[in-house]
């Protein structure tokens, strides 16, 4: 499974936009790449899943270069409630059963303030 | 999204005691569905993947006599903790996986995490 690296901790402002970079240089031709977030006590929640180039959903967008060999979430105008770990995660999705059990890395601390 | 449950939220036992934590796909048919373990201000580890019929796959260093994971229909999971001790205290969060609609790939979701405490 191809190990993830994210910057440990993150701070911004409200209202500002918030990118942060994921390292996979390992990933697989049938890896996706999928980021949560999770809240302290709380389940991961799924914020977003791509496999190339670029994907927007009404939370965030995730942009893949061409190599894939890293991903960009990127979350618009951030408000408190943004403060979360969050984590970039790479397995194979499109298949069944066990493949693709997802590994968590440490994830990315990022904390809002006002 | 899905929506994944566990049960109960949080449980207090006694050293030596066993705990069953239940984890329900509650709108959609999970043939497959992990455990993992999450100790303070540290990530997730994956403990066991269970397919629905079958015996599950424990990852190293699990006890699999130890945390019984039994996954007998397609929307129920349970673990086991057998013989609790207070290392064993920690926060235990399911995930089932979804198949989306033609060409998507599987999405994974998470339950809201079951906190054991073992006095």
């Known amino acids: 499974l191809a190990k993830t690296t994210q910057p440990i901790s993150m701070d911004s402002y409200e209202g500002q936009e918030v990118n942060i970079t994921c390292s996979h240089n390992n990933i697989a031709t049938n890896d996706y790449i999928t980021w949560y977030q999770q809240f302290p006590s709380q389940g991961p929640r799924f914020i977003i899943q791509?496999?190339?180039t670029k994907v927007t959903n009404e939370v965030a967008s995730l942009f893949i270069p061409a190599d894939r060999k890293s991903s960009t979430l990127s979350l618009p105008r951030v408000s408190l409630s943004d403060t979360a770990v969050y984590y970039c995660?790479?397995?194979?999705?499109?298949?069944?059963?066990?493949?693709?059990?997802?590994?968590f890395g440490k994830g990315t601390k990022l904390s809002v303030k006002p | 999204g899905a929506v994944v449950s566990q049960h109960p939220s949080r449980v207090i036992c006694k050293s030596g005691t066993s705990v069953k934590i239940e984890c329900r796909s509650l709108d959609f048919q999970a043939t497959t569905m992990f455990w993992y373990r999450q100790f303070p201000k540290q990530s997730l580890m994956l403990m066991a993947t269970s397919n629905e019929g079958s015996k599950a796959t424990y990852e190293q260093g699990v006890e699999k006599d130890k945390f019984l994971i039994n996954h007998a229909s397609l929307t129920l999971s349970t673990l086991t903790v057998t013989s609790a001790h207070p290392e064993d205290s920690s926060f235990y969060i399911c995930?089932?996986?979804?198949?989306?609609?033609?060409?998507?790939?599987?999405?994974?979701?998470f339950g809201p995490g079951t906190r054991l405490t073992v006095t």
């Open positions: 995660l790479v397995g194979v999705m499109n298949y069944g059963g066990s493949q693709g059990n997802l590994i």
């Open positions: 791509g496999y190339k």
């Open positions: 995930s089932a996986r979804d198949y989306g609609t033609s060409g998507r790939a599987y999405e994974q979701y």
